[in-house]
């Protein structure tokens, strides 16, 4: 049996977990319930759950208010958010799982599985996801990469470069280390292009900060700072070149 604690300031939202939670997953007994910052500091600091129901903006602040007042805190938590595009792009760049609200009974009960098998998510990872959040408007500073060991956390003026290996991802980075990543280049393309990065090919995704030159003859390819170049598909050349332009203009 694991013991858990909801902290949600939605009602109908809190009554419909502790439903999916009383119908879908009996071996957790849901403890305790808070509905806002104060409320659930106060509970998470006189009974730790094994596993905490986290809502991100509550109505007195959000769950980062919360990590902070409890530090000591050591269940593990699964964060519960609405569909909001800053939101999920900020557990993309953290690599924290999260359930997405509405969200149906197999979405739940995938988290709630992965929260049981994993630790909880270290205070660096945590932080760039706080910082996502709170400042969806910035640009992000760091990322965090999963290899098939470990999870490490990259600066994002840091990469040169991603290629595409299959369904997996190297990031090539200014220190000349090589980092294999277990997504594709799509996912990181969809997340990055805004943040000064480009999809020059199929198999390409280039930090323009390291661009040094454009060559256009032998098909179209891209000179980096590091000495590498990187091919330029023939429907990605009149974009870059745009691109370029407007850039160093």
Do not use: W
Not at 167 to 180: D, Q
Not at 207 to 218: L, V
């Amino acid at each position: 049996m694991h013991t858990a604690i909801i902290v949600e300031d939605m009602p109908d939202a809190l009554k419909l977990l502790q439903k999916e939670l009383t119908a879908h997953h009996p071996d957790i007994q849901v403890i305790d319930t808070a509905q806002s910052v104060v409320e659930a500091a106060k509970k998470l600091r006189q009974r730790q759950p094994d596993i905490v129901f986290l809502d991100i903006m509550l109505g007195d602040g959000t769950s980062f208010d919360i990590l902070e007042i409890v530090p000591e805190l050591r269940s593990k938590i699964i964060f519960v958010t609405a569909s909001d595009e800053f939101a999920l792009r900020a557990f993309k760049f953290a690599a924290i799982d999260y359930v997405l609200k509405p969200y149906s009974s197999e979405e739940l009960n995938g988290s709630i599985a992965k929260a049981k098998a994993q630790l909880q998510p270290d205070s660096e990872r945590l932080s760039i996801l706080k910082e996502a959040i709170t400042l969806p408007d910035t640009k992000p500073k760091r990322i965090s990469l999963h290899t098939l060991e470990k999870i490490i956390v990259v600066d994002l003026d840091d990469i040169v470069r991603c290629e595409s290996d299959s369904n997996n991802t190297i990031f090539f980075l200014n220190n000349g280390k090589k980092v294999f990543v277990t997504k594709t280049l799509k996912y990181f393309a969809d997340l990055l292009t805004q943040y000064q990065f480009v999809r020059v090919h199929q198999s390409h995704l280039v930090n323009f900060d390291y661009i040094t030159e454009y060559i256009k003859t032998d098909g179209g390819y891209l000179m980096l700072k590091n000495g590498q170049n990187v091919p330029v598909s023939v429907r990605k050349k009149a974009e870059v070149m745009a691109l370029l332009d407007q850039l160093y203009r």
